[in-house]
């Protein structure tokens, strides 16, 4: 009997963490596995500047009402932006230009 990787065992196809290997599932049946690694090196300070920029930004985001929401989405239909709504927020919000996002609402009738 043929030796089968730990994402068949027992028939079951796994995608995820599995023993410290990930696997994951392309397109066309081809799956591929990678042993977890973790960094060798901590991180710099403007990496650490960078992670806690980025998750004020995400909480900012999740704070937001709903209307908002449907703001940013609209700005995002309205303006034809590369980017998602969200990822415009996030942006602004780290980068400290959130003027920009104030001034597409106001252009939409929206009192941001």
Known sequence: MPL???SDFLGIQVTGDLGGVT???????????YIK?????TPTVPQVIQRLKFRAAVR???????????ALKEIERRFELAVTGYNAFISCYMNKRLVWIEEWARQIDFKW
């Not at 696997?23 to 596995?33: D, E």
């Not at 900012?60 to 449907?70: G, R, T």
């Open 4 to 6: 089968q990787p730990p």
């Open 23 to 33: 696997y994951v599932q392309r397109a066309g049946f081809r799956r591929t596995s």
């Open 37 to 41: 690694t973790y960094p060798s090196k």
């Open 60 to 70: 900012a985001y999740q704070a937001l009402d709903e209307p908002h929401k449907q």
